[in-house]
C-alpha cells in the first residue's frame, strides 16, 4: 500500500465540513489549537466504534492540552448523528461525502480486500499543530491503543 503523500511540518490542507450539528468547521476556526484530524472508514463499523470510543474517553485529557478531535468519514451527517448516540460518542465528527478532503488528505486511496481492489478510506490521523502545520502523520492506523499513541505524541511534542 502506498504512503501518504503529505508529509510533517508542511501546512495542512484547509477543510470545511460539516459537523454532526450541521455546523460548518473550518481547519482556520482552531487557530491556535492542535488539531487531532482522524479519518475513518465507516460509521458503527468494529474498529471505528473503538477508535472513537478511545478518543471519546481522552478527550477530556487532550483539552487539558489544548487540542480538539475531529473525525472524518464519508457518512452522512445523519449517519454520525446516528453513531454518536448509539455509541455516546463525545467527539466531533465531520461528513465528507463527496470525500474531496479525504482526497486533500490522501486518504482516499486504493485498498485491498479478499483479493479485490477499490477506493476507499487509509484509516489515518493528523496531529496538526497550533499554527496549522502538520506535526505527525499516522498511516494505515491499527486502531488498538492508537487514541493514547496520539495523545503521548502531543505531549511529547509540547514538553
Given at each position: 500500500?502506498?504512503?501518504?503523500?503529505?508529509?510533517?511540518?508542511?501546512?495542512?490542507?484547509?477543510?470545511?465540513?460539516?459537523?454532526?450539528?450541521?455546523?460548518?468547521?473550518?481547519?482556520?476556526?482552531?487557530?491556535?489549537?492542535?488539531?487531532?484530524?482522524?479519518?475513518?472508514?465507516?460509521?458503527?463499523?468494529?474498529?471505528?466504534?473503538?477508535?472513537?470510543?478511545?478518543?471519546?474517553?481522552?478527550?477530556?485529557?487532550?483539552?487539558?492540552?489544548?487540542?480538539?478531535?475531529?473525525?472524518?468519514?464519508?457518512?452522512?451527517i445523519k449517519?454520525?448523528?446516528?453513531?454518536?448516540?448509539?455509541?455516546?460518542?463525545?467527539?466531533?465528527?465531520?461528513?465528507?461525502?463527496?470525500?474531496?478532503?479525504?482526497?486533500?488528505?490522501?486518504?482516499?486511496?486504493?485498498?485491498?480486500?479478499?483479493?479485490?481492489?477499490?477506493?476507499?478510506?487509509?484509516?489515518?490521523?493528523?496531529?496538526?499543530?497550533?499554527?496549522?502545520?502538520?506535526?505527525?502523520?499516522?498511516?494505515?492506523?491499527?486502531?488498538?491503543?492508537?487514541?493514547?499513541k496520539v495523545?503521548?505524541?502531543?505531549?511529547?511534542?509540547?514538553?
Amino acid at each position: 500500500m502506498s504512503k501518504n503523500s503529505l508529509t510533517e511540518n508542511q501546512k495542512a490542507p484547509d477543510f470545511c465540513l460539516p459537523d454532526q450539528n450541521e455546523n460548518n468547521v473550518c481547519l482556520k476556526d482552531f487557530e491556535g489549537k492542535w488539531i487531532v484530524l482522524y479519518f475513518y472508514p465507516k460509521d458503527n463499523t468494529s474498529g471505528c466504534t473503538k477508535e472513537a470510543q478511545d478518543f471519546t474517553a481522552l478527550k477530556d485529557d487532550f483539552e487539558s492540552e489544548n487540542a480538539i478531535i475531529l473525525g472524518v468519514s464519508k457518512d452522512s451527517i445523519k449517519s454520525h448523528i446516528k453513531f454518536i448516540e448509539k455509541k455516546e460518542l463525545g467527539i466531533t465528527l465531520l461528513s465528507d461525502e463527496d470525500t474531496s478532503i479525504h482526497q486533500k488528505y490522501d486518504v482516499w486511496r486504493m485498498k485491498k480486500n479478499y483479493g479485490k481492489e477499490y477506493l476507499g478510506t487509509v484509516r489515518s490521523t493528523f496531529l496538526i499543530d497550533p499554527e496549522g502545520n502538520i506535526a505527525k502523520i499516522w498511516d494505515n492506523v491499527r486502531v488498538k491503543e492508537h487514541a493514547e499513541k496520539v495523545f503521548g505524541v502531543l505531549r511529547e511534542i509540547q514538553n
